[in-house]
């Protein structure tokens, strides 16, 4: 059975820090590009970061380049997102998901078929 699961959200000061973990089963996770992406209320998903199949080419969206940090262990069919110094504006429903279109940008959303149910984070005082 594909399964995508998202772990690790919750409610957070600003300033502080998460580890999102993504646990890939039913498919060889070293196969293929793994995407995180967000959610707020009333807004479009937009991606966030995606990495490689064996993890060294990563990218991130502008507003968290420096904040967030991507990885991947094909080993355990895990993928981690690491984010320090949270803002606010981070507040959103976090989705891991398979990139299933070959070539074009790797944080369109249109690029994936498969996704997780999500995990919230709130970033609030």
């Known amino acids: 059975q594909l399964q995508l699961v998202e772990s690790g959200g919750g409610l957070v000061q600003p300033g502080g820090s998460l580890r999102l973990s993504c646990a890939a089963s039913?498919?060889?996770?070293?196969?293929?590009?793994i995407g995180w992406f967000r959610q707020a209320p009333g807004k479009e998903r937009e991606g966030v970061s995606c990495?490689?199949?064996?993890?060294?080419?990563?990218t991130y969206a502008d507003s968290v380049k420096g904040r967030f940090t991507i990885s991947r262990d094909n080993a355990k069919n895990m993928v981690y997102l690491q984010m320090n110094s949270l803002r606010p504006e981070d507040t959103a429903v976090y989705y891991c998901?398979?990139?299933?279109?070959?070539?074009?940008?790797?944080?369109?959303?249109?690029?994936?078929?498969?996704w997780g149910q999500g995990t919230q984070v709130t970033v609030s005082s």
């Open positions: 998901a398979r990139k299933e279109r070959y070539g074009g940008s790797c944080l369109l959303p249109i690029q994936y078929g498969f």
């Open positions: 990495i490689s199949r064996n993890g060294d080419s990563t």
């Open positions: 039913g498919f060889t996770l070293s196969n293929y590009r």
